[in-house]
């Protein structure tokens, strides 16, 4: 079935919503498409995903979401649905690098 994922501009800051669990490499790489599209426009200071209710994020968006803070240093943020996946977060140590929140989504 796959993800529902919309992007949305808020003034400076874009926000890509993904629905639905991440689970397979078709779903990675439309969050990874999405992210690339907009760091190419470049308009736009902040990028949100908001991952509303997955309980688990693939190795793979973990490590572009890596690779595009630490060394394309785009300026990304998360905001977790789901207490289970801001938990796999903190405990990978991941929470801080990838500005997680923890939100009601």
């Known amino acids: 079935m796959g993800i529902r994922l919309d992007v949305n ?3 400076e800051v874009t926000v890509v919503s993904v629905g639905g669990n991440i689970k397979s ?5 439309m969050i990874r498409s999405a992210i690339q599209k907009i760091a190419e426009e470049g308009a736009e200071e902040e990028i949100v995903l ?12 973990i490590g572009f979401l ?3 803070i630490s060394k394309d240093k785009l300026n990304i943020s998360l905001e977790i ?6 938990t796999m977060l903190e405990e990978m140590e991941l929470h801080r ?9």
């Open 9 to 11: 501009i808020r003034g």
């Open 25 to 29: 490499s078709a779903d990675a790489s």
């Open 50 to 61: 908001e991952i509303k209710d997955s309980f688990i994020i693939t190795s793979s968006v």
């Open 66 to 68: 890596v690779k595009f």
């Open 81 to 86: 649905g789901n207490p289970e996946l801001y």
């Open 97 to 105: 690098l990838f500005r997680a929140r923890k939100v009601a989504l």
